[in-house]
Every structure is written in C-alpha cells, then in structure tokens.
C-alpha cells in the first residue's frame, strides 16, 4: 500500500499503471472486509432478534448506528445497511469476507451474492446448499463481471427454491410510489418483464411529449400553487396513467 500511495502515475509505464489499478482493486476488496470487520465488532455478531440480510425486515441497532452514522457522515438507514452487510460477510458468510479479504471479488460481488441467496436462506433451503451456491458465485465472480455474475446466480439459485417460494415470486407484484423533493417522486415496483417494457414505454412517451409541447397532459389541471408543487402534481398525473396502461 505504501509502495502504491508514494508512486507517481505519470512516471509509470502503461503497463504499471494497469498493474497498479489492479492493486487499488484488491486494496479496497480488503478494506471492505476489513471495515465489516470493524462494524461488526462494534454493533456485535446479532441483533435482538436474527433476521436475513436483504429482507427488508431488518432489526435496528440503535446504538451502534448512531455511532456510525455520525463518524462516518451518513444517514441512520445508512449506517444500518451498513451493519446488516457486515454482518452478513463477517458472521452468515464468512467465506464472502474471505474472499474479499484476498481481493479476488469486489464489494459489488459480495452484495449481488448475498442477494441472490436471501431467497434461499428466507425458504429454509439447507445452508449446506447456500454455501455451496455462495462458493461456485465466488469462484465464477474471480473473472466475471457483477451483471454476469447477477444472472449467473440467478439460474443457480433457481433450481433450488421451493415450488411455492416460485410460485410467489411470480404472482407477487406490487408498485409503490412515494414523493420526493424537488417536485420528484420515487417508484419502487416488481411487475413481470412484458409490463415492465409497456410501462418504461408509456413513461418514455408521456416526457418527451412534456418536453415537446407547451400545453398541459391530458387529466393534469392548471392550478395557482407554487411551481414545485404544480411539477410534482403533474409527475403524480404521469405515472398513475403509466400505471392504468398496465
């Protein structure tokens, strides 16, 4: 690390500096495991109540996040995301940390992998079954990038979820939207693929026709509020009609 922090790119050759960048690489491979490592110790190996990593059901650790939050400079939700991922690598898989650790993944890797597996593991599948899964990704992850790696799992994983942990994962479907500042408002959705493009379509064409003309969108009414409040008005108008075009 030293070596690499007291070099000057500019007098290297092309090659060196292709070596060097692979170096940064593993460099911070390690500090993701290493600074799991950390958070762990200081949030400790489980909450209250266990729960899996990427559920969306995560217990709260209100003291350790507070802590974190406020070294580090980054929101509560953050901070616990931050825990929850650490304890995942550190305690649930270490063999992930490991493998960071040795630098032969990336931090985008490992989460792809721990949420490609949640499923198995919220289903009850063996974790004899989980590690050899987690094992093959890491393996595969060495020379592949994150979005091969991303369907590479999910061909894998496929083949051992439960017949009814399939059948839900086709039927539920929701779509939630949520305001933001700024006029913007949030869309979190699962819907199936042919939909999905529809819906990406629908939204596609109701922007650019905003931006091609003057006139307002038809159901979007002209009201005396302040310009921000009119913007996210209109974003509400668009997506509920990209929505009934469902």
Same mark, same amino acid.
């Given at each position: 690390?030293?070596?690499?922090?007291?070099?000057?790119?500019?007098? $290297?050759?092309?090659?060196?500096?292709?070596?060097?960048?692979?170096?940064?690489?593993?460099?911070?491979?390690?500090? +993701?495991?290493?600074?799991?490592?950390?958070?762990?110790?200081?949030?400790?190996?489980s909450t209250d109540e266990s729960h899996s990593p990427y559920s969306f059901e995560y217990e709260v650790d209100e003291s350790a996040r507070e802590e974190i939050s406020a070294q580090l400079h980054m929101s509560n939700n953050t901070a616990q995301r931050e825990i929850d991922f650490s304890r995942a690598i550190t305690v649930e898989n270490p063999e992930i940390s490991r493998a960071l650790a040795l630098g032969e993944i990336s931090r985008l890797h490992a989460q792809i992998t721990l949420e490609q597996v949640a499923p198995l593991q919220k289903t009850g599948v063996d974790s004899t079954i989980i590690?050899?899964?987690?094992?093959?990704?890491?393996?595969?992850?060495?020379?592949?990038t994150p979005a091969? #790696?991303?369907?590479?799992?999910?061909?894998?994983? #496929?083949?051992? $979820?439960?017949?009814?942990?399939?059948?839900?994962?086709? +039927?539920?479907?929701?779509?939630?939207?949520w305001p933001e500042g700024h006029g913007m408002i949030g869309i979190a959705g699962r819907i199936d693929a042919?939909?999905? +493009?529809?819906?990406?379509?629908? $939204?596609?064409?109701?922007?650019?026709?905003?931006?091609? +003309?003057?006139?307002?969108?038809?159901?979007?009414?002209?009201?005396?509020?302040?310009?921000?409040h009119t913007s996210e008005l209109q974003s509400h108008v668009r997506i509920s009609y990209a929505v009934f075009c469902l």
């Open positions: 690390f030293l070596n690499i922090a007291n070099c000057d790119p500019y007098a $290297l050759t092309r090659s060196e500096r292709i070596e060097i960048l692979a170096s940064i690489k593993r460099i911070q491979s390690w500090l +993701t495991a290493f600074n799991a490592t950390v958070i762990v110790t200081l949030a400790g190996l590690t050899a899964i987690v094992n093959r990704a890491l393996g595969y992850a060495e020379l592949h091969e #790696l991303t369907r590479f799992l999910k061909k894998l994983t #496929l083949d051992h $979820l439960p017949e009814q942990a399939l059948t839900s994962d086709q +039927t539920d479907r929701f779509l939630r939207i042919v939909t999905g +493009t529809k819906a990406l379509a629908a $939204l596609d064409a109701i922007i650019e026709s905003s931006r091609n +003309t003057a006139t307002p969108l038809v159901g979007e009414r002209e009201v005396a509020r302040s310009e921000e």
